[in-house]
């Protein structure tokens, strides 16, 4: 069971440089999200989706830009990396109905 | 005021100590309450949750919520060193919502053998 899958699992960044976070599911779950960690923190929301075509901003989504063409994939865009984004990023997603959200592993992003 | 907060310790404690986590909150529409465990270098993993008010037992884990004075505890009786991991609080509205959680900071559990 592949679950939630996140690449890559770690990157460096240059300031002002643009990357995209892939996330895909394997679960047919209508609902994804977008997470930040920063260290000794909790996880902060960034961007969730309800279902292809719908997305909205979290918390935190300055910075940071999603799109939701399938049901299965849900990557999350930086446009111009700043220092302020490094971070370690968690893609999850939970199915109508369940209480549970399933997360991937994880990419740790430096930017310097 | 941070809609969750928890206490971020560490924690650390003998093989075999009873840990009590907490967490208070501050939004009156969460309904379901999380709580998520989290290895080193790993994604938080469900451990349990509790809907509303009450207890809720899982083999050596017990949650409460207390909703009046908006508390959160997980209890962890007869603790193991595979109990080390970072423990996170997590408050949902529920509905469609239940992936859209607000963490608490997240308290780091070291058990020593």
């Known amino acids: 069971n592949a679950g939630v899958t996140q690449t890559p699992k770690f990157r460096i960044l240059k300031i002002g440089q643009s990357m995209t976070l892939q996330c895909t599911q394997d679960m047919n779950h209508n609902y994804m999200y977008w997470y930040r960690q920063d260290p000794g923190m909790g996880l902060k929301l960034i961007y969730y989706s309800v279902g292809a075509g719908i997305t909205d901003k979290g918390e935190v989504p300055n910075g940071y830009n999603v799109s939701r063409s399938t049901t299965e994939d849900f990557p999350l865009r930086l446009e111009l990396a700043a220092p302020s984004q490094t971070s370690v990023y968690f893609c999850?997603?939970?199915?109508?109905?369940?209480?549970?959200?399933?997360f991937g592993q994880g990419t740790r992003l430096t930017v310097v | 005021q941070k809609e969750v907060e928890q206490d971020p310790g560490p924690l650390s404690v003998p093989e075999g100590a009873i840990v009590s986590l907490n967490c208070t909150y501050s939004?009156?529409?969460?309904?379901?309450f999380m709580w998520y465990r989290q290895y080193s270098r790993k994604g938080p993993e469900l451990l349990m949750y509790t809907y509303s008010s009450g207890n809720k037992e899982d083999g050596r884990f017990t949650a409460q919520v207390d909703k009046s004075s908006k508390y959160i505890s997980l209890f962890i009786r007869d603790s193991q060193p595979s109990d080390s991991a970072t423990y996170l609080c997590?408050?949902?509205?529920?509905?469609?919502?239940?992936?859209?959680?607000?963490f608490g900071q997240g308290t780091i559990l070291t058990v020593h053998p």
């Open positions: 997590a408050p949902s509205s529920g509905g469609t919502s239940y992936g859209k959680l607000t």
């Open positions: 939004n009156s529409a969460f309904q379901y």
């Open positions: 999850a997603s939970s199915g109508t109905g369940g209480t549970e959200a399933f």
